[in-house]
């Protein structure tokens, strides 16, 4: 079959298999186990830029570089290969079944690859929302909202709250403000963040019914 094509569709059946097999392999790795996501700009993840400390012109700043980060996903490895394969069955569409010629067949290509370029960036970015927001979590977040005991903190010792923060139900190592032991299932109000999953607490006046 390969020895009736010409230059041109030989080209794009190489660019459609090898695209295929790449862009598949990528996602592959994403779903089992959540590798793939470099890009080609060195690796960096500004998108968890630490913003604790900072001023409200510090934030900005920090906007804008995220910003930057999320258009160098235009140029990712998974958009490049996606570009790749539909570059590849784009030309090969137009080339062997609408007999558009070479020269046609390639402009096609590129622009239907084009598109799954940046199809494809929106979504892998899309997606790496999604799946990050928890590790955006300050704990910093938590300091004057109300939490649950759930496993007894003893005195002078450490125990464990639940809260929730941003719809997500977290769990917490904490320590009584003034020493004291807190009963497991009593409601407590985070007054101090010491570590990043560690925080100090304080009896509420009315505790939840034992």
Same mark, same amino acid.
């Given at each position: 079959?390969? !020895? ?15 695209? #295929? ?11 089992? $186990? ?7 700009? *060195? $690796? ?8 604790? *400390? ?24 998974? !958009? ?14 137009? /080339? ?9 067949? #390639? ?36 300091? *004057?909202?109300? /939490? ?46 010491? $570590? ?8 509420? /006046? ?5």
């Amino acid at each position: 079959m390969l !020895s009736n094509l010409t230059s041109v569709e030989y080209a794009f059946w190489m660019c459609a298999l090898a695209g #295929t097999l790449f862009f598949v392999l990528r996602v592959m790795l994403i779903v089992v $186990g959540g590798f793939g996501g470099d890009d080609l700009s *060195g $690796g960096h993840d500004m998108g968890h830029v630490d913003t604790s *400390g900072m001023d409200a012109h510090d934030m900005t700043d920090s906007s804008s570089v995220h910003d930057s980060d999320v258009a160098f996903k235009l140029l990712s490895l998974n !958009s490049i290969s996606a570009f790749i394969m539909m570059f590849g069955w784009a030309g090969l569409a137009a /080339a062997k079944q609408h007999q558009l010629g070479a020269a046609l067949s #390639t402009l096609v290509a590129f622009a239907a690859g084009f598109v799954m370029m940046v199809l494809t960036s929106y979504l892998f970015v899309l997606a790496r929302k999604f799946t990050t927001e928890g590790a955006d979590f300050r704990i910093e977040k938590v300091i *004057g909202k109300t /939490a649950k005991v759930y496993m007894r903190v003893p005195e002078n010792g450490r125990g464990k709250v639940h809260i929730t923060v941003d719809n997500q139900l977290r769990e917490l190592d904490a320590e009584a403000e003034d020493g004291k032991t807190i009963d497991s299932f009593s409601s407590v109000t985070i007054t101090e963040a010491v $570590g990043p999953s560690l925080v100090k607490v304080r009896p509420l /006046a009315n505790k939840a019914p034992q």
